[in-house]
């Protein structure tokens, strides 16, 4: 996993043409040039539609050609009563984009309201690592938003002053609930043992120390207070200042994309800390964030009309609801408190009151100025599909992956009629701690709009997450069924199943690996032990899904529910005679996994085609895989 020094910045994964063809690939082109293998009729047709309209506009400039483009400019058979086809017109149309497996995605409609569109979306960004004791740092959300993540999340606690006297006497082992389990010398937050008195590196060792605290805020207010921090509480992963946090998502939150961006706050800040918060965020995102309409918002604006702008998504309270932060002296009597309750109400109006107070001044309750800043993704604790917040306007659910299936179990179609209407969040278990995923695709087909997922690690869950936004620019409108209103949401909640939206039909698919070249090797393998096979794997709605049964592995990224894999061959350029494509090395033991690609069935193109690979850590390579598709639906 790379660290937090090293991330390789992916801004696009727009294909190019390639710049030459190994000798194995040649062999199988000309023998589909010849006839020997046959194109079909419509990529006979897409090849004189390349040749004839968009070979002067794409063909590379002669100093750059490609090597294959150098074969004499000799008439071949027609193909398919195609006309005469030159040798360089058949390899520049294979060399060009026009070739690949993948079909380039349409132009969307993004007039609709957000709640109808999947969003690309991160869990826990800040971690560069697995989820118990990475590292944190401001190159990881820079990372996922060049990768055209859309969703990201920040995890805010208090921040710590410098001084000496702040942590004496209050061991760090006391704030960390995994500390028993692992040595003390492998936490980043353990302070470190003070030399003995004489000692040339005592002052070395104070430097250090304070150069792992963040540095503190100044007002005019306060002579020093410390910024809050980002960090996974009550593990061993380092912080990272909350400003530096905000300043990298400014920096590159539009580069790969204008749609606007949807910032999850989990706040577990002080209300001090929070003030502090709503005036960095004020202060760096000026300009950025979405203004509120003037009263209540009643309905979801679209991705079109929020280009370049960022939404906050953070826990909502009632203005009218928030009290007077509480002072020393009425924390300290609250008896008197009480008392001034019991002259405007009951008794128990007053008890049932002190009580909403208490919660909304304890640490972490969240304040009303930070609270306004979500203003069209309104947080909300799940009380349940028939609880009153499940119809307020604008509100967002967030639920975990556990409790994601015990709702899909008890009101499956009442989840997916929500999801039609409202936004909904789904994140991955708190017990995966080394950054494992859930399945998207299990989410997604129940609606909803943003499923989080760990971007540390390259798994399935992450390869089907690439199929699915590929070339777009994180937002990608569901399918006609899938949606709510356009005008409004006054629809309501109703009973419209998963199973009754989409009729369902019976896919006929082959696919023939025929060769391959410029495979990436796996991370640490050398060129000579290289033994490469690939695994073909069809991910497809599972029947409990439609029925609302319990889903085997509870949502659990897995190998897809059909696959199979060729013979192990040899090198870089493989010949293999011959949905997500996993290419790995054969080997004793666990296979590496050197490259693969995930691709949208809807965008699979039949023929003979070109699949672009990505390395294991998910960056492009010059692999590519030849391979015969057919496809058809009845």
């Given at each position: 996993?790379?660290?937090?020094?090293?991330?390789?910045?992916?801004?696009?994964?727009?294909?190019?043409?390639?710049?030459?063809?190994?000798?194995?690939?040649?062999?199988?082109?000309?023998?589909?040039?010849?006839?020997?293998?046959?194109?079909?009729?419509?990529?006979?047709?897409?090849?004189?539609?390349?040749?004839?309209?968009?070979?002067?506009?794409?063909?590379?400039?002669?100093?750059?050609?490609?090597?294959?483009?150098?074969?004499?400019?000799?008439?071949?058979?027609?193909?398919?009563?195609?006309?005469?086809?030159?040798?360089?017109?058949?390899?520049?149309?294979?060399?060009?984009?026009?070739?690949?497996?993948?079909?380039?995605?349409?132009?969307?409609?993004?007039?609709?309201?957000?709640?109808?569109?999947?969003?690309?979306?991160?869990?826990?960004?800040?971690?560069?690592?697995?989820?118990?004791?990475?590292?944190?740092?401001?190159?990881?959300?820079?990372?996922?938003?060049?990768?055209?993540?859309?969703?990201?999340?920040?995890?805010?606690?208090?921040?710590?002053?410098?001084?000496?006297?702040?942590?004496?006497?209050?061991?760090?082992?006391?704030?960390?609930?995994?500390?028993?389990?692992l040595h003390r010398s492998s936490s980043p937050h353990h302070p470190k043992k003070s030399p003995e008195k004489g000692s040339s590196n005592a002052t070395k060792v104070t430097s250090d120390d304070s150069l792992?605290?963040?540095?503190?805020?100044?007002?005019?207010?306060?002579?020093?207070?410390?910024?809050?921090?980002?960090?996974?509480?009550?593990?061993?992963?380092?912080?990272?200042?909350?400003?530096?946090?905000?300043?990298?998502?400014?920096?590159?939150?539009?580069?790969?994309?204008?749609?606007?961006?949807?910032?999850?706050?989990?706040?577990?800040?002080?209300?001090?800390?929070?003030?502090?918060?709503?005036?960095?965020?004020?202060?760096?995102?000026?300009?950025?964030?979405?203004?509120?309409?003037?009263?209540?918002?009643?309905?979801?604006?679209?991705?079109?009309?929020?280009?370049?702008?960022?939404?906050?998504?953070?826990?909502?309270?009632?203005?009218?609801?928030?009290?007077?932060?509480?002072?020393?002296?009425?924390?300290?009597?609250?008896?008197?408190?009480?008392?001034?309750?019991?002259?405007?109400?009951?008794?128990?109006?007053?008890?049932?009151?002190?009580?909403?107070?208490?919660?909304?001044?304890?640490?972490?309750?969240?304040?009303?100025?930070?609270?306004?800043?979500?203003?069209?993704?309104?947080?909300?604790?799940?009380?349940?599909?028939?609880?009153?917040?499940?119809?307020?306007?604008?509100?967002?659910?967030?639920?975990?992956?556990?409790?994601?299936?015990?709702?899909?179990?008890?009101?499956?179609?009442?989840?997916?009629?929500?999801?039609?209407?409202?936004?909904?969040?789904?994140?991955?278990?708190?017990?995966?701690?080394?950054?494992?995923?859930?399945?998207?695709?299990?989410?997604?087909?129940?609606?909803?709009?943003?499923?989080?997922?760990?971007?540390?690690?390259?798994?399935?869950?992450?390869?089907?997450?690439?199929?699915?936004?590929?070339?777009?620019?994180?937002?990608?409108?569901?399918?006609?069924?899938?949606?709510?209103?356009?005008?409004?949401?006054?629809?309501?909640?109703?009973?419209?199943?998963?199973?009754?939206?989409?009729?369902?039909?019976?896919?006929?698919?082959?696919?023939?690996?025929?060769?391959?070249?410029?495979?990436?090797?796996?991370?640490?393998?050398?060129?000579?032990?290289?033994?490469?096979?690939?695994?073909?794997?069809?991910?497809?709605?599972?029947?409990?899904?439609?029925?609302?049964?319990?889903?085997?592995?509870?949502?659990?990224?897995?190998?897809?529910?059909?696959?199979?894999?060729?013979?192990?061959?040899?090198?870089?350029?493989?010949?293999?005679?011959?949905?997500?494509?996993?290419?790995?090395?054969?080997?004793?033991?666990?296979?590496?996994?050197?490259?693969?690609?995930?691709?949208?069935?809807?965008?699979?193109?039949?023929?003979?085609?070109?699949?672009?690979?990505?390395?294991?850590?998910?960056?492009?390579?010059?692999?590519?895989?030849?391979?015969?598709?057919?496809?058809?639906?009845?």
């Open positions: 996993m790379a660290s937090s020094f090293d991330f390789p910045y992916r801004t696009s994964s727009t294909s190019s043409s390639v710049k030459k063809f190994s000798s194995p690939v040649l062999i199988y082109l000309k023998e589909i040039l010849n006839n020997k293998r046959p194109l079909s009729k419509m990529q006979s047709k897409e090849l004189r539609d390349y040749t004839s309209t968009y070979r002067q506009s794409v063909m590379p400039e002669p100093s750059s050609a490609p090597s294959h483009a150098q074969e004499p400019e000799i008439p071949r058979k027609p193909l398919h009563d195609s006309g005469p086809v030159t040798m360089k017109d058949f390899f520049d149309y294979m060399a060009s984009p026009e070739s690949d497996a993948a079909m380039a995605p349409v132009e969307q409609d993004l007039t609709y309201p957000i709640s109808n569109y999947f969003i690309n979306s991160s869990h826990n960004t800040y971690l560069t690592g697995n989820q118990l004791y990475g590292e944190s740092s401001t190159d990881a959300y820079k990372n996922v938003l060049l990768r055209g993540c859309r969703c990201i999340e920040i995890d805010v606690w208090d921040g710590e002053s410098r001084s000496p006297s702040d942590t004496e006497g209050k061991p760090e082992e006391k704030k960390h609930r995994f500390w028993p389990h792992s605290l963040p540095t503190p805020w100044q007002s005019a207010s306060s002579a020093a207070r410390a910024e809050p921090r980002v960090l996974h509480g009550y593990t061993l992963t380092k912080e990272v200042p909350f400003r530096d946090v905000c300043i990298a998502i400014k920096e590159t939150a539009f580069v790969h994309s204008n749609l606007p961006i949807i910032i999850s706050l989990e706040v577990h800040a002080s209300r001090e800390q929070q003030e502090v918060m709503v005036e960095i965020i004020e202060q760096v995102w000026r300009g950025m964030l979405v203004k509120p309409p003037s009263g209540h918002p009643e309905q979801f604006p679209s991705p079109g009309e929020l280009r370049k702008k960022i939404l906050i998504k953070v826990k909502y309270v009632a203005p009218e609801k928030v009290s007077a932060p509480a002072t020393a002296k009425n924390a300290a009597k609250p008896s008197m408190r009480r008392k001034k309750s019991a002259e405007s109400s009951s008794t128990s109006d007053s008890d049932n009151q002190d009580a909403e107070d208490g919660k909304k001044n304890r640490k972490g309750a969240t304040i009303e100025p930070l609270s306004a800043l979500g203003v069209y993704t309104r947080s909300y604790h799940f009380k349940g599909l028939s609880s009153p917040e499940a119809n307020v306007p604008c509100h967002i659910f967030s639920l975990s992956e556990k409790k994601f299936m015990e709702v899909h179990g008890s009101h499956g179609p009442t989840l997916f009629s929500h999801n039609r209407l409202h936004l909904m969040r789904a994140f991955p278990s708190g017990t995966r701690v080394t950054s494992s995923n859930l399945d998207p695709a299990v989410f997604w087909r129940k609606g909803v709009q943003i499923v989080a997922l760990n971007w540390q690690k390259y798994d399935a869950g992450m390869m089907l997450n690439e199929g699915m936004f590929a070339g777009s620019g994180g937002w990608v409108l569901k399918p006609e069924e899938y949606r709510g209103q356009r005008e409004g949401q006054d629809a309501g909640i109703s009973d419209l199943s998963q199973g009754d939206a989409i009729a369902h039909k019976t896919l006929s698919l082959s696919i023939d690996v025929l060769v391959a070249q410029n495979l990436p090797l796996p991370t640490g393998d050398k060129h000579g032990g290289f033994r490469p096979y690939v695994k073909c794997e069809l991910h497809v709605e599972k029947q409990e899904e439609r029925t609302g049964a319990a889903i085997e592995g509870g949502g659990n990224s897995s190998d897809g529910e059909f696959k199979r894999k060729t013979n192990t061959s040899r090198g870089i350029d493989p010949d293999f005679g011959g949905e997500r494509f996993k290419l790995q090395d054969d080997e004793i033991g666990k296979d590496d996994l050197a490259a693969w690609a995930c691709i949208r069935l809807d965008r699979l193109k039949s023929g003979f085609r070109f699949v672009r690979l990505l390395d294991a850590v998910g960056d492009p390579s010059q692999g590519l895989l030849l391979v015969k598709v057919e496809k058809s639906l009845a």
